[in-house]
């Protein structure tokens, strides 16, 4: 490869903390269970958080907490200002996040503003008020189409599968509107009352003191004028490929912008994360634009296969697509929706995000380690998913009647397999559900899974866990890891990537076998075995290394 310049730099301009901040994501139900009864809970979180400040995040992101029926783990909020009992209570969260800011972390909570609950109290009062009402049109109501109204208002179908439209049982008989579970109806956001509530929302938390949200479908909120029908496209192939009349509308911005005035009224830099699922890198920028929100999260990374030319040309295009609205670039490798990256890089690639199968996993565990160094070598802000720094691989052999995703449930969904990444983490070698719980684990952990805990690992110098706090904390020490705009591509053999950043080179080899390259300086950090020959080294298959200059 030659070398090559992504774009070009201007001066290190960064100050606020979000720019290049390693972000932890907790999934309450699967971290700790502090009270016993199998499911992750506030308390939990909060007796571990020494452990996240011991690891060198900077943030933690938390999934939803908030009061729900659980249709889809949470994602279907009845009451956006009260935790669910299952987890905890306002209290437990006003401690939480005072004893992160006391450790020195940030708190991020997740928003869900494309749908509520159906048991979200504005859904219970509009079903009873019927056709017309004022709270029904909070939501996206319509009459059926055929003779009698049998058939869904338009075509556009559930991504969990199914119509994305569900028939009220009241005489009536309208339809309501949800992209996700019938348990999950999609809100008008061209109501203001709608948007009302969630300005409300948004400062009932700043005010509880969190330093930003996560906002769950960002790209949906707007549904385009007239809710015109697709046509019969293959919804889900196009999904994130191509323009959707329900995803993707210009209409958002505004909504980002009013949101956008909010935060900055409040001191401590509080951000924004769009969780925006959009045809290209140029589409993602337009969310954070200066005046909307943060971040975004970079799903074409988090989609790209562990392919040299790949990577760069994904690394290339994020970098340049951020660069005009000068946003920082953010990169992914797992979160509670998609397969862990441990098991994707077992497989074959080019098997998309939901697996079932193991693979090799010795094989994908290599992968995996050098995937997250060239990841916290990029420049700008990177995503954790708790357990990846454990190494964990994704439980593909869960018993059916086990699994709570709801779209496992739905014939043809997408995403039928979520719950492989899910199954709560593993902190003891021994004991009930491996220190999660003294009350078992919601979903079944395999039988290795101790092998993998924190007791396990804590001290080897060769293990997982402690390669991701080594890595955490050069990044922290050493300015070149994380700030900036830019990676200055180096020449390299076919198959790896070489790139120099500010006193600091990286290099990747993505293939399986050795080559041997010109030594770049004193290693820093490795994801395997190195070996220095005088002024060459020997860079192994599917190896990371960290250099200085
Ligand atoms: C994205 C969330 O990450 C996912 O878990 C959820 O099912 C959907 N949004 C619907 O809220």
């Given at each position: 490869m030659t070398p090559h310049l992504t774009a070009s730099a201007p001066a290190d301009t960064h100050t606020a903390w979000w720019q290049d901040a390693v972000i932890y994501q907790v999934y309450p139900r699967s971290f700790a269970d502090a009270d016993g009864d199998g499911m992750g809970d506030l308390e939990g979180v909060r007796s571990r958080l020494p452990y996240l400040r011991d690891l060198g995040v900077d943030a933690v992101w938390l999934s939803p907490f908030y009061a729900s029926p659980q249709a889809d783990a949470g994602y279907d909020v009845a009451d956006y200002r009260a935790i669910d009992p299952m987890f905890g209570t306002l209290h437990d969260a006003d401690a939480l996040i005072r004893d992160a800011h006391a450790l020195g972390l940030r708190i991020i909570v997740d928003l869900v503003p494309n749908h509520s609950s159906d048991q979200h109290e504005w859904f219970k009062r509009a079903l009873k008020e019927g056709p017309g009402s004022a709270l029904r049109a909070r939501y996206h109501f319509r009459p059926g189409r055929g003779e009698n109204g049998e058939l869904p208002p338009n075509d556009w179908e559930s991504i969990f599968g199914g119509p994305a439209w569900t028939r009220t049982s009241g005489p009536d008989g309208e339809w309501y509107l949800h992209l996700f579970a019938p348990e999950q109806p999609d809100f008008n956001w061209e109501h203001p009352a709608v948007a009302d509530e969630f300005r409300s929302i948004l400062r009932f938390w700043l005010d509880m003191g969190v330093d930003g949200f996560r906002v769950d479908v960002a790209h949906g909120l707007v549904k385009a004028?007239?809710?015109?029908?697709?046509?019969?496209?293959?919804q889900l192939k196009l999904l994130g490929n191509d323009v959707m009349p329900f995803f993707d509308q210009d209409g958002v911005h505004e909504i980002y912008r009013s949101w956008r005035r909010i935060l900055a009224e409040y001191p401590g830099e509080r951000i924004a994360v769009a969780e925006a699922w959009t045809p290209s890198a140029d589409r993602t920028a337009l969310y954070v634009r200066p005046d909307e929100l943060h971040q975004a999260f970079n799903f074409q990374y988090l989609g790209a296969p562990w392919d040299a030319e790949a990577l760069r040309e994904v690394i290339d295009d994020s970098l340049a697509a951020m660069l005009p609205v000068g946003a920082p670039a953010t990169w992914v490798l797992s979160n509670h929706d998609v397969t862990r990256h441990a098991t994707r890089f077992a497989n074959?690639?080019?098997?998309?995000?939901?697996?079932?199968t193991p693979g090799d996993r010795a094989l994908g565990l290599r992968r995996a380690r050098a995937a997250t160094l060239l990841m916290l070598a990029l420049p700008g802000s990177a995503y954790i998913y708790q357990g990846e720094e454990l190494g964990l691989p994704d439980v593909t052999d869960l018993p059916d009647e086990v699994r709570q995703d709801p779209s496992f449930f739905r014939a043809e969904g997408q995403d039928g397999f979520r719950d492989g990444c899910r199954v709560p983490i593993p902190w003891t070698v021994d004991g009930s559900s491996y220190g999660f719980g003294s009350g078992g684990s919601w979903l079944p952990q395999p039988a290795d899974w101790g092998k993998l805990s924190v007791e396990a690992q804590e001290g080897d110098s060769s293990s997982t866990l402690e390669l991701y706090r080594s890595a955490l904390a050069v990044r922290r020490t050493h300015?070149?890891?994380?700030?900036?705009t830019a990676v200055q591509w180096l020449e390299a053999p076919e198959g790896v990537l070489a790139f120099a950043r500010d006193g600091f080179v990286c290099t990747v080899n993505l293939t399986a076998d050795a080559v041997r390259m010109p030594v770049r300086g004193d290693v820093l950090l490795a994801s395997g075995e190195v070996v220095r020959d005088g002024s060459e080294f020997e860079l192994p298959g599917d190896t990371t290394v960290w250099w200085t200059m």
């Open positions: 004028a007239g809710l015109p029908d697709i046509g019969g496209a293959d074959p690639s080019g098997l998309g995000t939901q697996l079932r300015p070149g890891l994380g700030r900036g």
